[in-house]
């Protein structure tokens, strides 16, 4: 059986996070494991064979930390080379027009009588609230509070489930910080009156991407410039902990004790390991579906970033002009490929069907849509989705009937998002500490501490930074404990810094 002290499952962001950590401290006996060929986790990046590249949902890179940003620089590099800075342009596809995001501060934008019940409904909640003397008890509550139930109707709630595949009212709102802007009543008033939009909300207003492999580039990257070879091992699937032993048990029947675990294992799994069904149903998630598609032409849609859609004629929330991040996204212009179908395969019908062997040039765009599952509130129709993405697409006027499609990608994550159910906090705080301090487990990362408001690439990542720093030295975890503080007014963590002293050549750097 081998033996570490320090053992880290999952590389994704938070365990490389750790990895890079101990590197970066001289810890030598330790192992990073995972169950993919490579590494990424949940930020990884796949290529279709007609060479368009897909995240697994719409990621971009924002930071809260010095410690990230270094890390991600050493391992990619500096400059327009590596790096494309984009100005967040995003809209709220409904009523049959672009609603400049964030929606609740842009409903001037909306049909006089839609501009008018948000109107209302916000002076209500304003009087409302001000009366209120308890803290609202669910995410539908807050959403009243704050935005009223003309702006809760029209956008909010059907937006939220098409997000989250559960009621709002199932959600706390403790979660929320600065993912979610609040209405100021008296500049929406204004912006109506004055026929204005503004979209300058958020931490991500401004953002980069790399310019080569996607997002699972900068991870396969840091993996292979910040973390040593020998210290990585992949396809090994781990499928059981006993805890009592420290040790890990893989589905090729081999053993890996442990001192210290920092686990990104889904925490539901993890706690029916370890016999605590009780608290494993408590806990809820959505699963993703990523559907990508691959198009020959020019985008049509300029310099939009990503897009939101509440109403029901597509059954995604989100898509992302992914071409628009970065030129090595899609295959060259003078790539050669066929037509596989036509956007629409009725008018494709009526044309007679299309010539599918002779191979054209570009030049080639491509959007990526992301589609929420729930078993209980929102199923999905494995065999159809990708269909109804599809047509999605042409009923919000993201692509035209008549447009040449070259390349479909299709994958689900049952593990998508991490829900803040209303029974959420109560599992952690009983859940996380009893894994630590009885079995010294460090359950850590979007899905092993499920706490979605930093669940973020950078947050993920300094979450396993932190963990180490815990295990090594018992030092307080401040993401994890204190995400209102992390995420306070977009402030950035100055304190812990990434260098690399000792460069590593891995061979496939």
Known sequence: MEEYDIVIVGAGPTGL??????HQLGHTNWLLVDSA??????????VTKEGFLFDMGGHVIFSHYDYFDQLIDAAVGTGKEHWAVHERVSYVWMRDRWVPYPFQNNVSALPVQDQINCITGLVDAKVNNALAKNFPSNFDEWIMRVMGEGIA???????????????????????????????????VVENVLRNKTESSWGPNAVFRFPQHGGTGGIWK?????????????????VTNIDAANHVLETQNGKKIKYNKLLSTIPLDITLRWLGKPELADRLHYSSSHIIGIGLRGVSPHDNKCWMYYPEDDCPFYRCTVFSHYAKANVPADD????????ASKAIQDQQGGI?????????????????????KFKPVNLETIVEETIQGAINTKMIASTDEIVSIYYRRLEHGYPTPCLQRDPVLNEALPWLKNTYD??????????????????????????????????????TLFYPSLTNEGGSKNTDMKYTLKNPITNGNA
């Not at 910040?226 to 699937?237: A, G, I, S, T």
């Open 153 to 187: 109707n029209i956008f909010m709630r059907p937006y939220n489930f098409k997000v989250w595949a559960v009621p709002t009212t199932y959600m706390q709102c403790s979660w929320l910080g600065e993912r979610v802007a609040t209405a100021n009543v008296n500049k």
């Open 335 to 342: 790539a050669m490929l066929p037509t596989l179908r036509l």
């Open 441 to 478: 487990i460090w359950s850590r990362g979007r899905f092993g501490a499920y706490k979605y408001e930093v669940a973020n690439q950078d947050h993920s990542c300094c979450m396993g930074v932190e963990a180490v720093d815990s295990i090594l030295f018992g030092a307080k975890e401040f």
């Open 221 to 237: 990257a840091v993996a292979n410039k910040c973390v040593p070879h020998e210290r990585q091992r992949y396809n090994v699937n």
């Open 37 to 46: 060929p490579e590494a990424g986790g949940l930020a990884c990046t796949d």
């Open 355 to 375: 010539d599918t062997n002779t191979a054209k040039p570009g030049p080639y765009w491509s959007l990526m849509f992301e589609v929420s599952e729930s078993k």
């Open 17 to 22: 996070g750790a990895a890079s950590r101990l």
